[in-house]
C-alpha cells in the first residue's frame, strides 16, 4: 500500500521557499497573495503564466507596479485585485502553502536565499484546510476587479520600496523621535507611527462612537456595559482617527506615535494606545484611542511632545508631502517608517 500524504507539515526558511515553489509548478496555479515584487513572475514558467489566477493587493503600498506588469498588467484578465488583501494563499493541484511569505524576493527568494524570516503550513490536496482554501478564493475571485490601468497607477503612487541596502546607523540628534526609531528599532518593537492632518469631527465620533457599539451588541457576549457605551458616545473627537480604509484600521497597531499636523502647518507628537477599531461601512473604519501619561517616558523621551516634534519636523514635513494624496499615512511598524526615511534620503 502507497504511504499517505502527509495532511500538513510546517515549513519555514528554504523549505517554505522550496514547497512554494513547488506548488507554484503544479496545475491549476491561484495565488491570493498581497504583496508582489520585483522579480515576481520568474516563479512561474512561462507558459503556465498565462494561466495563472492571481489576486493582490495595489493600495497599501507593497506590490511593486513594474511586477504587476511583468505579470500582464492591464492587460491580463487573470490578474486581479481587492484592496484590503493581506494573505498569502499559494494554491495548485499540488496542495497548498499558506504562511507569512509574500511574493517577493524578501519572502520567497528568487535567484538568491529569501531575505526575510518567514513560516508557514503546507497542506495536501486532499485536506480539509485546502477544500476550504479552494471555496474562500473562488469567492475572492468573484469580488476582485481586474489590474487595470487605474491599478496600476494606483500601486505606483502608493509603492514604498524597501531600503536599497542595509541600514546604516544615524548620527542621533538629542531628542528626535524618528532617529531613535532607526537606530534602536528594538525598542519600539509593537509600536506604529501614524500621519494625520485635520481633525475629527463629532459627527465623526459619533458614527465611530456608535458603529462600536452596534457590533459589541451584535456579538455573542455583548462586553460593553452601559457606562462604557456612554464613556464611548462622548469620546474625545481629537482622539478618534477617522476615515481611513478597513484594511489600515485591520492593521492598525496597539501603540503608536502620532505626528499631528495643525491647520496653520504646526506638527506636534502624541503617544496613543488603541482603544476600539470599528467598521462604519464597507470603505471606513476608524480607530478610537486613548493617551497613556507614561507612553512618552516608557519609550525613553524626557522632553515634551512639541519640543521632540520640533527637532524632527523638516523630516516630518518632507514624509507629509510624501503622503500629501491621502492626507494621512500609516506606518503600522518600525520597518515601515525606516523604509519610508531611507526612500526620501531621510
Known amino acids: 500500500m502507497p504511504e499517505r500524504e502527509e495532511e500538513s507539515a510546517f515549513l ?3 523549505h517554505l521557499s522550496a514547497a512554494i515553489k513547488d506548488i507554484l509548478c503544479g496545475r491549476e496555479i491561484r495565488c491570493a497573495v498581497a504583496f508582489w515584487g520585483k522579480g515576481s513572475s520568474s516563479i512561474f514558467a512561462p507558459k503556465a503564466l498565462k494561466d495563472v489566477k492571481i489576486i493582490c493587493d495595489v493600495a497599501l503600498g507593497g506590490t511593486n507596479p513594474n511586477a504587476l506588469v511583468d505579470l500582464g498588467a492591464p492587460d491580463r484578465k487573470t490578474l486581479r485585485h481587492i484592496e484590503g488583501l493581506h494573505a498569502k494563499v499559494y494554491l495548485s493541484n499540488r496542495g497548498m502553502v499558506i504562511g507569512s511569505a509574500n511574493a517577493s524576493g524578501g519572502g520567497i527568494g528568487f535567484e ?4 526575510l524570516i518567514e513560516a508557514g503550513i503546507r497542506h495536501a490536496p486532499t485536506s480539509a484546510a485546502y477544500a476550504a482554501a479552494s471555496d474562500w478564493f473562488n469567492k475572492l475571485w468573484r469580488k476582485a476587479r481586474i489590474v487595470d490601468e487605474d491599478a496600476v497607477a494606483l500601486a ?3 509603492f514604498r520600496p524597501p531600503p536599497a541596502g542595509p541600514r546604516l546607523r544615524r548620527d542621533q540628534q538629542a531628542n528626535s523621535v524618528l532617529d531613535a526609531i532607526v537606530n534602536e528599532v528594538d525598542r519600539f518593537r509593537g509600536v506604529g507611527f501614524v500621519l494625520t492632518s485635520g481633525s475629527t469631527t463629532v459627527k465623526q465620533r459619533d458614527a465611530a462612537a456608535n458603529a462600536t457599539i452596534a457590533a459589541d451588541k ?3 457576549v455583548p462586553r460593553l456595559s452601559a457606562s462604557r457605551q456612554d464613556e464611548i458616545r462622548a469620546w474625545n473627537p481629537g482622539n478618534v482617527f477617522s476615515e481611513w480604509s478597513p484594511a489600515e484600521v485591520d492593521a492598525w497597531p496597539r501603540r503608536f506615535i502620532c505626528a499631528h499636523r495643525g491647520a496653520n502647518g504646526d506638527i506636534r507628537y502624541f503617544f496613543y494606545e488603541r482603544a476600539y477599531t470599528t467598521i462604519v461601512d464597507e470603505d471606513r473604519a476608524m480607530v478610537l484611542a486613548a493617551r497613556p501619561g507614561t507612553m ?3 519609550l525613553g523621551f524626557e522632553r515634551g511632545t512639541e519640543a521632540l516634534a520640533a527637532v524632527d519636523a523638516p523630516r516630518l ?8 494624496a491621502d492626507s494621512h499615512c500609516l506606518f503600522e511598524t518600525p520597518e515601515k517608517l525606516i523604509a519610508a526615511l531611507n526612500a526620501l534620503g531621510l
Open 12 to 14: 519555514a526558511g528554504a
Open 112 to 115: 538568491k536565499t529569501a531575505g
Open 156 to 158: 505606483r503612487s502608493r
Open 218 to 220: 451584535k456579538g455573542p
Open 296 to 298: 512618552r517616558r516608557e
Open 317 to 324: 514635513r518632507k514624509l507629509f508631502k510624501r503622503a500629501a
